[in-house]
């Protein structure tokens, strides 16, 4: 598989806070990798080669035992290395649907107005559903 066919989106994850929502935040700290409808986790920043700093992604699935992983280069965001998925074939690592990644982000949209604002968990839930349900 080439970069060209290799489709990058990134997730906020259970540690994301508003913060992380800027432009500047390259080293995407709060955020998981999404990859062809499969989770990659930040695993490490790789130190600079020729003065351009990467980073390195680990499949969500690892400690089922999948070795795939993906290195980007953070000043162009150009994939520098990818490993593919080496177990297909286990039901536990499967690709992302659709719903799935609509489900955390609306846990995330719950978790930060309940850290932001004053006001109850049951009326955050309540709207933050409505929300998901118009979309």
């Known amino acids: 598989m080439n970069s060209a066919e290799l489709i ?15 432009e500047t935040n390259v080293w995407k700290l709060g955020y998981d ?10 695993h490490r920043t790789n130190k600079p080669k020729n003065g ?10 690892n400690k089922d035992g999948c070795a795939a992983s993906i290195t980007i ?10 490993i593919p998925h080496n177990i297909e074939d286990n039901l ?8 799935d990644v609509d489900i955390r982000s609306f846990k995330n949209s719950v978790k930060n107005r ?3 604002e004053e ?9 933050e559903q409505e929300k998901f349900c118009q979309n």
């Open 8 to 22: 990058v989106k990134y997730i906020p994850n259970n540690s994301f806070k508003k913060e992380h929502e800027n």
């Open 33 to 42: 990798l999404l990859l062809n409808n499969y989770i990659f986790q930040r």
């Open 52 to 61: 351009e700093y990467s980073l390195n992604w680990r499949c969500s699935g």
């Open 73 to 82: 280069r953070i000043k162009d965001v150009q994939v520098i290395r990818y």
């Open 92 to 99: 536990k690592h499967r690709p992302l649907r659709e719903l």
């Open 114 to 116: 309940c850290t932001n």
């Open 119 to 127: 006001m109850s968990l049951n009326m955050i839930f309540n709207q």
